[in-house]
């Protein structure tokens, strides 16, 4: 079992930044791939981020160049890195766990869900 924690969400500027925390608990964190989702109102779950057991990254197109996603197995902490943000990426941020050893796009692959954060960006 997987408990999983976002915080730092919040109200921003077009191109400002935010950066998002995602805390898990159990000693198992460095066995799980891990993911930042997005839903904005009326619209899909969608991919953001991913970061494999190993460390590497993949990122949507929409935000890749603007977004990092990194973790710190020490602290069972994942991270998303959000600059140069836009009204567009306003959304409630998830983060969750795949038990995969790779981070994967679609939704359903992962096991565990945090409750999400709001990340409201102003024009």
């Known amino acids: 079992q997987v408990q999983l924690v976002e915080s730092g969400g919040g109200l921003v500027q077009a191109g400002g930044s935010l950066r998002l925390s995602c805390a898990a608990s159990g000693r198992t964190f460095s066995s799980y791939a891990m993911g930042w989702f997005r839903q904005a109102p009326g619209k899909e779950r969608e991919f953001v981020a991913g970061?494999?057991?190993?460390?590497?990254?993949y990122y949507a197109d929409s935000v890749k160049g603007r977004f990092t996603i990194s973790r710190d197995n020490a602290k069972n902490t994942v991270y998303l890195q959000m600059n140069s943000l836009k009204p567009e990426d306003t959304a409630a941020y998830y983060c969750?766990?795949?038990?995969?050893?790779?981070?994967?796009?679609?939704?359903?692959?992962?096991?565990?869900w945090g409750q999400g954060t709001q990340v409201t960006v102003s024009s």
């Open positions: 970061i494999s057991r190993s460390g590497n990254t």
């Open positions: 969750a766990a795949d038990s995969s050893p790779i981070a994967r796009t679609y939704s359903k692959n992962y096991d565990y």
